[in-house]
């Protein structure tokens, strides 16, 4: 039988080739490497690089490139060939380890959120060798041996989210290695590891239909459009029979996925017609990023090759459900265990306890920088639009392990639920359920059994920037938690006793932040508000909490991002924002002027003669009217805000217009053609 894959990771350069091609004392230090994260040995470097360039060429490859992950929330690369002049005319391959270790990208049109002027014009690629590489084809079958790198400034300072994302992955490892300790767990100099799972929402749009839309095409999204009298109301959509095309396209998706080593597992059918889900088997963070890099990008190619267009957008249709990417996170300790995972013994249980307790308190302490972390324009669409979680952070524990909570606040002595005594540490608590317990969907941050699920974010976003405030904020919640405890001990208190006033402290100050209800409730929000949750309604407000000091001071102190660095994502995130509206302003634009007005001319002309549809007539010049003085509206609008509001304002003419003029003079696909053709 088999029990293998066909292809699977046949484009990837990972541990098993490297274990075959390289040198066993080679193989056994870039290991470490990526074991521990212990620093490159730089002598190995030309023997990984000319094993890598070998098997690259076997596979056809003639260019390598550094792929990095600028602010723009994209991947990015820049290639070159593995040539070098044999100074006889000819060239001969190669491929030095200083190649693979760095790169020199022309970091100019990359944004930098103003540190490249306060440092230096240049941007630097280093090779990440805990993400392995992989072999990229393009549209003409090229093909190219892909690096994942970080992407910093002369000085090291980071230009992208992978270099954050690996500093906050070793803060969490300390303080959780740090903790273990605590818990009699030492496993040496063996890192712990933050997990990812990230499910990811798409549509999938014919693409004939998309090259009529200019709004798609320029912004991903639908600015105008009506909706169509059928659509997720019935219901009937959601794990429905996947369409032949659909079909086959998720079959050349996930076959594509795995031979470059993405573990694609589930794939289904979403609420919304057109709309999908595909997710992966969780893996070690950074890794699971990398490859949602490259899921959304594999996505989009091979919807074209099937005749779709891939909308990865928030909203990408009014009236509608929105897309976003369900982070699904957990901690797995140094001894190579899930630490969410409820255990059954008293000592593990009470490490168990003692993590839901922290990430209380991180949540809570920084709800402000998780909800800054999925801001965007287009998921301004979708959070709080009763579908996807409120703007306002709270966490979902389910009624067990709240009481389990309450318990340990109480005092830790009085009965549990099932009748037995807590003590943290020493009696054996309530069994939890184990396994997918959570069907409460409203909550934005679940405990669902051996992990918590971030539901924020959007699925347009790169999943490192909430993973990068996940992994901070919990290990400043571990390194307070283990200074209290170390310092309890040390004044001669029993362990378990330490623990247990430690925990009740910090459940009394955090547990505001427990919410097992309905998220998308208007009680809900005025609950939150009397709790003093903060409700950040939109991007701007959000990316507000990036500068604050409680920021600076939390990311500057685990060596995440410094206080420049973090400056820089300020300025470039609303840059970004800003841009992006604009965007959609001259799109609206164009639109309403060169395709609606005109649209709604001919109709009325067409009409003008007949005397039975005077009333219809009347209609679309009223509606003719308020478009025209929507135009000089939004023409006049300034700031994001009154931008917005302006093109709202217009659309709904726009999409009143489109009831009324007749079928075949309105220009744009509608909402029916698109989402159930
Ligand atoms: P659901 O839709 O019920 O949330 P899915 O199977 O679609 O479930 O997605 C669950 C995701 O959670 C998968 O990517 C899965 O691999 C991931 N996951 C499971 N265990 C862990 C873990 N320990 N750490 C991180 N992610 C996990
Ligand atoms: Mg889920």
Same mark, same amino acid.
């Given at each position: 039988m ?55 060429m ?30 006889k ?16 990208p022309d ?41 994942? $790198? ?18 906050s992955?070793k ?44 709004d ?26 996947i369409?032949?095309r659909?079909?086959?396209f ?40 990398? +490859?949602?890099?490259? $899921? ?32 699904n996170?957990?901690i ?8 969410l995972?409820?255990?059954?013994n ?67 002595a ?49 999943p ?32 378990n ?12 100050? +955090?547990?505001?932040?427990l ?32 500068a ?23 300025? $470039? ?13 001259n ?49 006049a ?29 309105w ?11």
């Amino acid at each position: 039988m088999k029990n293998t894959i066909e292809g699977f990771g046949e484009k990837v350069f990972g541990l098993p080739l490297m274990e075959a091609r390289l040198s066993a004392p080679t193989f056994a230090s870039l290991k470490k490497t990526i074991d521990t994260g212990s620093m490159l040995d730089a002598s190995i470097a030309d023997e990984v690089a000319e094993a890598m360039k070998e098997w690259a060429m076997e596979k056809g490859a003639t260019h390598y490139t550094h792929w990095f992950q600028p602010l723009t929330g994209a991947t990015a690369e820049k290639h070159d060939a593995f040539i070098f002049p044999d100074f006889k005319g000819g060239v001969v391959t190669s491929f030095s380890g200083d190649e693979l270790i760095q790169g020199e990208p022309d970091a100019s049109s990359f944004p930098s959120g103003g540190l490249r002027a306060t440092f230096e014009a240049r941007g630097y690629t280093g090779w990440d060798p805990t993400s392995p590489a992989f072999i990229k084809y393009d549209d003409a079958g090229a093909a190219t041996l892909t690096i994942p $790198t970080v992407f910093c400034g002369y000085n090291g300072e980071a230009l992208d989210k992978k270099t954050p994302l690996l500093r906050s992955m070793k803060a969490l490892s300390e303080q959780t290695v740090r903790l273990g300790k605590l818990f009699g767990v030492d496993c040496g100099d063996t890192m712990a590891k933050a997990t990812l799972g990230s499910e990811q929402e798409y549509f999938l749009i014919d693409e004939d239909l998309v090259a009529a839309r200019p709004d798609i095409l320029q912004t991903g999204r639908t600015l105008f459009g009506k909706g169509a009298s059928k659509h997720q109301q019935l219901d009937d959509h959601y794990f429905g029979s996947i369409k032949s095309r659909v079909a086959a396209f998720m079959a050349d998706l996930d076959a594509e996925l795995w031979k470059l080593g993405v573990p694609a597992k589930t794939r289904h059918n979403e609420v919304c017609p057109a709309q999908f889900e595909i997710a992966p088997v969780f893996e070690t963070l950074n890794i699971s990023v990398d +490859h949602n890099m490259i $899921t959304m990008d594999v996505l989009r190619t091979t919807a074209e090759k099937h005749g779709f267009v891939c909308l990865l957008h928030e909203k990408p249709f009014a009236g509608v459900n929105g897309s976003g990417k369900h982070n699904n996170w957990s901690i797995m300790g140094p001894d190579g265990k899930n630490w969410l995972k409820p255990a059954d013994n008293p000592h593990e249980y009470a490490k168990f306890m003692t993590i839901v307790v922290a990430l209380m308190k991180a949540v809570d302490t920084h709800a402000d920088l998780l909800r800054a972390s999925v801001a965007s324009a287009g998921n301004d669409h979708r959070l709080g639009a009763n579908e996807a979680p409120p703007a306002v952070v709270s966490i979902f524990l389910g009624d067990q392990l709240t009481d389990v909570i309450e318990q340990i606040e109480a005092g830790g002595a009085s009965s549990s639920q099932d009748g037995g005594f807590i003590h943290l540490g020493v009696d054996l608590l309530p069994k939890l359920p184990r396994g997918n317990t959570d069907r409460n969907r409203t909550s934005p941050f679940a405990f669902v059994g051996n992990r918590f699920e971030f539901r924020a974010v959007g699925s347009n976003q790169s999943p490192a920037g909430a993973n990068i405030v996940l992994n901070t904020i919990v290990a400043e919640a571990f390194d307070y938690i283990c200074t209290e405890v170390e310092a309890g001990v040390e004044k001669g208190g029993e362990f378990n006793a330490v623990l247990q006033d430690v925990l009740a402290a910090v459940i009394k100050e +955090h547990k505001r932040i427990l919410f097992n209800g309905d998220n998308y409730t208007q009680e809900w929000l005025d609950e939150a508000a009397k709790r003093g949750l903060p409700n950040l309604k939109n991007t701007e407000e959000s990316l507000e909490v990036l500068a604050t000091q409680k920021a600076k001071d939390i990311f500057a102190k685990y060596g995440v991002l410094s206080n420049v660095e973090l400056e820089s994502r300020y300025n $470039t995130y609303t840059e970004v924002y800003e841009t992006l509206i604009a965007i959609e302003v001259n799109t609206a634009l164009d639109i309403a002027k060169t395709m609606i007005v005109p649209a709604a001319v001919t109709a009325i002309n067409e009409y003008s003669s007949v005397a039975a549809v005077a009333g219809i007539t009347d209609e679309i010049s009223s509606l003719l009217e308020k478009t025209v003085a929507g135009i000089a509206a939004l023409e006049a609008a300034e700031g994001a805000t009154a931008e917005i509001a302006a093109m709202n304002e217009l659309r709904a003419s726009v999409d009143a217009l489109e009831a009324l003029v007749p079928a075949d003079i309105w220009p744009l696909p509608t909402y029916s053609e698109m989402l159930l053709g």
